[in-house]
């Protein structure tokens, strides 16, 4: 079974650039999570799903930062426009969702770096 | 969710036992103890979680003291791939709630 796939890997923009994020999660799962990791620190929740509804997005910066997740399976992250400080990996993960499932599964991650 | 205490780093010996501790004293009653680890450049990936009794599985065991304050993570043959950050997690028994990863432990495992 394939995991959460991400792309791209690696990103190199210039800050004020547009760049997006794709995820496709594990099939089925119908919970997706979009994560910020900071060097050197653990992730950090930018957005919850459930199926195609953003239950909490609280913790997104939602004047730079925007998200879809269209019929409930891939989604997107946006960042328009990029500041330097948004350099960081950006992970996307995936559960089954529903009262009693533990475990979440996380893609690669997406490391970006603003110039 | 409860908060997690944890050492920023540990080495062990490949082939021995690695004993990953974490401290969550104020964890409450409907709270599970959830084990993470990412390896560098990959994302974080589950290993255990437990409510109040012991748990094991393929990849390590998971010790609860009784009064739930404190765990220990047990790798019982580490190896060189168990290099990595490893997450002590506090949350209630749901898949729909986003994890509050703390700084973790860095496990080094030294030939």
């Known amino acids: 079974e394939a995991g959460v796939v991400q792309s791209p890997r690696y990103k190199i923009i210039e800050k004020k650039q547009p760049v997006a994020f794709w995820c496709n999660p594990i099939?089925?799962?119908?919970?997706l999570y979009w994560y910020l990791q900071n060097l050197g620190q653990g992730p950090e929740l930018l957005i919850r799903?459930?199926?195609?509804?953003?239950?909490?997005d609280s913790q997104l910066p939602k004047d730079r930062f925007s998200a879809e997740r269209l019929k409930g399976v891939d989604s997107t992250l946006k960042i328009q426009p990029a500041e330097l400080g948004d350099s960081a990996v950006y992970l996307c993960a995936s559960s089954l969702g529903g009262g009693r499932t533990y475990e979440q599964y996380f893609g690669p991650g997406t490391r970006l770096t603003v110039t | 969710d409860a908060k997690t205490t944890q050492p920023p780093s540990m080495d062990c010996a490949e082939g021995r036992a690695a004993n990953l501790p974490c401290n969550h004293s104020t964890i409450s009653g409907n709270e599970y103890v959830y084990w993470y680890r990412q390896i560098h450049s990959q994302g974080p990936q589950y290993i255990i979680h437990?409510?109040?009794n012991n748990e094991t599985n393929e990849m390590a065991s998971l010790i609860i003291t009784e009064d739930r304050k404190s765990s220990t993570l047990i790798l019982p043959h580490a190896t060189l791939r168990d290099t990595a950050v490893y997450y002590c997690i506090v949350s209630p028994d749901t898949g729909r709630r986003a994890l509050t990863f703390g700084s973790g432990t860095r496990l080094q495992v030294q030939p």
């Open positions: 437990g409510l109040k």
């Open positions: 099939s089925g799962h119908n919970t």
């Open positions: 799903y459930e199926n195609e509804e953003a239950v909490d």
